[in-house]
């Protein structure tokens, strides 16, 4: 069913948040901003109560700073009970949740506390919709930034179908105003979508463009890390989409393209 109603963005600053903002205000919705930047905590409280005043649908694509699990864990839990109960309160009749592709393999770290993340969500009161995706493109500058060291950049060894953050921004956007594709019912026992780019990448070549981009020498090099007791799960092609996952472009290399053009 279609609505036309107010839509709030958690995390509308965020890689993917940002672009459902542009979206969903591209398309003429009214559109709440919520992070911290614009005065709004998800994980306080602090005037989310007036952010969600008059909210259909809320998107949440809000994550706290740290990957680590117990902090990563905290901030889900903290933050979806603030938008699950003050949502409720303001009569929100939605919610679309970004989570990540084989998220439901992980025994430890980011990938357990967004479990916990998928199953506080769904357990409502307000109806809840997953949308797994795949890393996006705009995710391989952090991962650099993660492996940098002494002239030398480890990535991880892990294979991943990158997609654009516009492009999962899209599909939220759609399913936010109730325009989206039905979903499955996932392995979490609640509805879910998989989104990922057209094809795998390999993110040694894709982090070598960027930094030739930028103009910088470094060595690239992937690596595994044995203390992650899910390190295989990288390697194996747990991130990768299945088979019903909507794959949709650009590809890693029409999307630099596009933004060095941009830049230029
Ligand atoms: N990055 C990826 O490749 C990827 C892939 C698949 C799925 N995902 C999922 O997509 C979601 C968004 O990821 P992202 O990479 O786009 O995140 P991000 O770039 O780190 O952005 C996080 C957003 O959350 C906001 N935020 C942080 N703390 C907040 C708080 N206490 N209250 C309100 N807003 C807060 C930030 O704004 P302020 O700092 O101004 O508060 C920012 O807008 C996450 O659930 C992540 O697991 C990410």
Redesign the pocket.
Known sequence: METHGKVAV????????RHVVDVLTEQGCEVVA????AG????TGDELAEALRGVESVVD????ASPEQHAATEFFTA?THNLQQFGAQAGVKRIVV???IGTDRFTAGYGAA?QVHERAMLAGPIPATVVR????HE?VSQLMDWGRQDGTIYTPKMRTQLVA?RTVGELLADLATGRGPAPARGSNGGPILEIAGPREENLVEVAGLLAAHRGETVRIEPVSNPDDPDGALYESGALLPGPHAILAGPTFQEWFTGQADEKA
Do not use: N, P
């Open positions: 958690a995390g509308a600053t965020g890689r993917v948040g919520i992070s911290r930047s709004v905590d998800v994980v694509a809000s994550s706290g933050a970004v989570s990540i967004k995706a795949a890393q996006f995710f953050a």
